[in-house]
T-cell receptor, first 114, second 112 residues
């Protein structure tokens, strides 16, 4: 069964204190790894897609990397507005009926204090 | 704004009742996904439709059903509601080109 595990579950950072979030996965036939940001009571907001090991994507203070077994989301010099839950998800094919789905990890709640 | 519209935003109902949640995907997107998010379960995939046809099914209860209409909007029907069905229900549509999912703001269901 496909599994996505995120760690840590929660992270408290001081403003400017860089850190990394981990997403490890066990899936058959990875088609893509996605990072989302979710604010309380809101829908997840797309951040990055990574397709192959070694790939990196950057956006402002966030940088996502991918290996064959895990992905990291690096937050550099975070600000209070970076406080959110960060979700990673893997896209796997559903062979029957040619569907596909995203399987999400449990998320990492990040709190950045000023 | 993701371009995905969900209604209603909030819904309070009683056990045993039935509700319908509605989703309009982004213009041009043919796929619609439904997810359930509760405090202890995270985001759980329920079902996917593509251009009116069911394409993938997750851990969707038999009391739940969904469909996608010719105009591509989708409805999720939840019946014989139980307290444990209280959750945020998200709809997402999939970008044809890049493949990522764009989520709506969700429908918060409270079953009393």
């Amino acid at each position: 069964e496909d599994q996505v595990t995120q760690s840590p579950e929660a992270l408290r950072l001081q403003e400017g204190e860089s850190s990394s979030l981990n997403c490890s996965y066990t899936v058959s036939g990875l088609r893509g790894l996605f990072w989302y940001r979710q604010d309380p009571g809101k829908g997840p907001e797309f951040l990055f897609t990574l397709y192959s090991a070694g790939e990196e994507k950057e956006k402002e203070r966030l940088k996502a990397t991918l290996t064959k077994k895990e992905s990291f989301l690096h937050i550099t010099a975070p600000k209070p507005e970076d406080s959110a839950t960060y979700l990673c998800a893997v896209q796997v094919p559903v062979i029957k009926a040619a569907g596909n789905k995203l399987t999400f990890g449990g998320g990492t709640r990040v709190l950045v204090k000023p | 704004d993701s371009g995905v519209t969900q209604t209603p935003k909030h819904l309070i109902t009683a056990t045993g009742q039935r509700v319908t949640l509605r989703c309009s995907p982004r213009s041009g997107d043919l796929s619609v996904y439904w997810y359930q998010q509760s405090l202890d379960q995270g985001l759980q995939f329920l079902i996917q439709y593509y251009n009116g046809e069911e394409r993938a099914k997750g851990n969707i209860l038999e009391r739940f059903s969904a469909q996608q209409f010719p105009d591509l909007h989708s409805e999720l029907n939840l019946s014989s509601l139980e307290l444990g069905d209280s959750a945020l229900y998200f709809c997402a549509s999939r970008s044809q080109g890049s493949g990522e999912l764009f989520f709506g703001e969700g429908s918060r269901l409270t079953v009393l």
